[in-house]
């Protein structure tokens, strides 16, 4: 167990519709950085935050958006979804920003399927 | 550009035969970190070694074992012995010091098959 906890699990929902990923990161942890793996484009960095700021933004679609709040959580929100879209989303935590590298703890991700 | 190049996509083999996985690695940093990742059937991702560039030193843990050479661009991992638990997506990662943060740039992952 990393200590990196997502909720839900399983998440099935139909094309269009917005739904919103969960992330707590391990105690102590600042950084928190969102990963989508699916068949085609296998596991993408999509964004990282570190104390409720964005710091580095991979290949995520304007339809998809996160937020990190004052208790460190994260939320990564996906809307107008597509088929496309499904995959399993992982959100990694780690102590610092970046620099010397910090390393990420992985959380057992939420599987996303739409119909 | 950051990339990570693991040109295995499947691997069968038998109970106890010896496997290298093999990664190669693209990165523009001068100072980088490599990792690899095990993920089972039951889909988490599970850390095995993270490597910095500047310690080219090979590692052995059990039956795992990392070869490194910055000459070559290489970061390959041999499983001596290898056990059906074995069996599982492996993933070879390069870190990428971009904007102001960290990220993981992964390979595509080769899936290793052991069999009894």
């Known amino acids: 167990d990393s200590g990196v906890t997502q909720t839900p699990k399983h998440l099935i929902t139909a094309t269009g519709q917005r739904v919103t990923l969960r992330c707590s990161p391990r105690?102590?942890?600042?950084?928190v950085y969102w990963y989508q793996q699916s068949l085609d484009q296998g596991l993408q960095f999509l964004i990282q935050?570190?104390?409720?700021?964005?710091?580095a933004k991979g290949n995520i679609l304007e339809r998809f958006s996160a937020q990190q709040f004052p208790d460190l959580h994260s939320e990564l929100n996906l809307s107008s979804l597509e088929l496309g879209d499904s995959a399993l989303y992982f959100c990694?935590?780690?102590?610092?920003?970046?620099?010397?590298?910090?390393?990420?703890?992985f959380g057992p991700g939420t599987r996303l399927t739409v119909l | 550009a950051q990339k990570v190049t693991q040109a295995q996509t499947e691997i069968s083999v038998v109970e106890k035969e010896d496997v290298t996985l093999d990664c190669v690695y693209e990165?523009?940093?001068?100072?980088?970190?490599l990792f690899w990742y095990k993920q089972p059937p039951s889909g988490e991702l599970v850390f095995l070694i993270r490597?910095?560039?500047?310690?080219?030193q090979n590692e052995i843990s059990g039956r795992y074992s990392w070869n490194f050479q910055k000459s070559t661009s290489s970061f390959n991992f041999t499983i001596t012995a290898s056990q059906v638990v074995d069996s599982a997506v492996y993933f070879c990662?390069?870190?990428?010091?971009?904007?102001?943060?960290?990220?993981?740039?992964f390979g595509k992952g080769t899936t290793l098959s052991v069999s009894s």
């Open positions: 990694a935590s780690s102590v610092a920003a970046g620099g010397t590298y910090n390393e990420q703890f």
């Open positions: 105690s102590g942890d600042l950084s």
């Open positions: 935050y570190y104390n409720g700021e964005e710091r």
């Open positions: 990165t523009r940093d001068t100072t980088y970190y």
């Open positions: 490597r910095n560039s500047f310690d080219e």
């Open positions: 990662a390069l870190s990428d010091f971009n904007q102001a943060g960290t990220a993981l740039i």
